[in-house]
């Protein structure tokens, strides 16, 4: 794919790069906002402006191991060529317009995996993928879910007993203050995990056009770009999954919301560290159902549960099949138009 010459394309998709993180931001907006609003702590407009500032500044706190992950852990940087990123980005975007429009909270993170995995194989076939690091992304469906249910349900239990003799509103004005930590520390592990993919995406399209000197890493202004663009899509909002995050799932109070945040955030905070690309989507979900489920199991809508786990499991494979087909008018293009 080489419309307009190498320089042009790498300036195009590099921005279309920049707008998936947009993208990313708006959908995934929710898991950062959805328990403080829905909570009544904050009121939308506001959470979305903290948000946005606590997932701008997350590259002050963590390293860039999920980005080395995503640029040269799913599948061999030798392949990868304008097509394919095309192909990734393209698959990505459209399913998370897709699942956004419908409301449906569902991983852009796994979108973005898929859509790679998808153009590269339909490039080079099966040999380039890195099985490992598919595995360790594809595990992150299920597994940081269950560590956010698990985390959550322990702090309610921990919270419940550290607070049992106080009176009900000192509880309620103690969660709600504290609400506005855990908040940010939601933020800011979704800002430092889902901003690096899209570093991983850009940082592998420079080292197939030779930018990148030395070895693979990810140059600062590539950190900045992603993390301003992820910032200004969070502070856009996404209206219609805050609605099925925040309430739909199960109804919170300031104590829930603050152990489903807290839970969240530690799983993010670890996965980053590891360079493990999970979803913040399914993290927050995951812990959101964790802290109802403590309540009492009928507290929970299960039903809409079990709708958002199948829009998990179908997300990578589907958006693969985009990528792949986004790889495919790219190269028809080129044959067209080169």
């Given at each position: 794919m080489d419309l307009g010459g190498p320089g042009v394309m790498?300036?195009?998709?590099?921005?279309?790069?920049?707008?998936?993180?947009?993208?990313?931001?708006?959908?995934?907006?929710?898991?950062?906002?959805?328990?403080?609003?829905?909570?009544?702590?904050?009121?939308?407009?506001?959470?979305?402006m903290w948000a946005a500032f606590f997932n701008f500044i997350a590259f002050l706190f963590f390293g860039l191991h999920?980005?080395?992950t995503v640029g040269k852990g799913i599948i061999q940087p030798g392949i990868v060529s304008d097509a394919v990123i095309f192909g990734a980005l393209g698959g990505a975007i459209t399913w998370n317009v897709v699942t956004w429009l419908a409301g449906i909270p569902s991983s852009s993170s796994h979108a973005l995996i898929g859509g790679l995995i998808g153009a590269g194989v339909a490039k080079a076939g099966f040999d380039p993928v890195i099985w490992s690091g598919v595995?360790?992304?594809?595990?992150?469906?299920?597994?940081?879910?269950?560590?956010?249910?698990?985390?959550?349900?322990?702090?309610?239990?921990?919270?419940?007993?550290?607070?049992?003799?106080?009176?009900?509103?000192?509880?309620?004005?103690?969660?709600?203050?504290?609400?506005?930590?855990?908040?940010?520390?939601?933020?800011?592990?979704h800002g430092g995990n889902d901003a690096q993919k899209t570093m991983g995406i850009i940082a592998v399209l420079l080292y197939a056009h030779g930018h990148l000197h030395g070895e693979f890493h990810v140059p600062f202004w590539v950190v900045i770009s992603c993390q301003a663009a992820m910032g200004l899509g969070t502070l856009m909002g996404g209206w219609r999954i805050v609605h099925t995050m925040?309430?739909?799932?199960?109804?919170?109070?300031?104590?829930?919301?603050?152990?489903?945040?807290?839970?969240?955030?530690?799983?993010?905070?670890?996965?980053?560290?590891?360079?493990?690309?999970?979803?913040?989507?399914?993290?927050?979900?995951?812990?959101?159902?964790?802290?109802?489920?403590?309540?009492?199991?009928?507290?929970?809508?299960?039903?809409?549960?079990?709708?958002i786990v199948w829009a998990w499991v179908i997300t990578m494979p589907i958006a693969a099949l985009m990528g792949a087909g986004f790889y495919f008018l790219a190269r028809l293009a080129d044959r067209v138009f080169g």
């Open positions: 790498l300036v195009f998709l590099i921005v279309v790069a920049l707008a998936f993180d947009f993208l990313n931001g708006l959908h995934d907006a929710a898991n950062s906002i959805a328990t403080i609003v829905s909570t009544r702590v904050l009121p939308a407009r506001y959470a979305v999920v980005a080395q595995i360790k992304t594809a595990a992150g469906i299920f597994v940081s879910p269950a560590m956010g249910f698990t985390l959550a349900i322990i702090l309610v239990l921990l919270v419940s007993w550290l607070f049992v003799r106080a009176t009900p509103t000192m509880a309620d004005n103690t969660f709600r203050k504290l609400q506005f930590v855990s908040a940010s520390l939601y933020s800011l592990g925040g309430s739909r799932i199960t109804r919170l109070s300031p104590q829930q919301g603050f152990c489903a945040e807290t839970g969240g955030a530690i799983t993010l905070f670890l996965a980053t560290h590891l360079g493990v690309p999970v979803s913040t989507t399914h993290t927050i979900t995951g812990a959101i159902v964790g802290v109802g489920a403590a309540r009492r199991v009928s507290a929970v809508r299960w039903s809409l549960a079990t709708g």
